[in-house]
């Protein structure tokens, strides 16, 4: 039970975290848009 459990963990391991790494990665795009955005309204006003 417990041993099969740890080899399905291993073969879900990568995805869970590439899924992450995606998250962090979508995250960080999203702060530099809305940084953009701020600059161009600054720039605006």
């Given at each position: 039970m417990t041993r099969k459990f740890i080899l399905n963990g291993l073969k879900t391991a990568p995805v869970f975290i590439a899924d992450l790494k995606?998250?962090?990665?979508?995250a960080r795009e999203?702060?530099?848009?809305?940084k953009k955005h701020i600059k161009k309204q600054l720039k605006h006003n």
């Open positions: 995606s998250d962090v990665y979508l999203r702060q530099k848009q809305a």
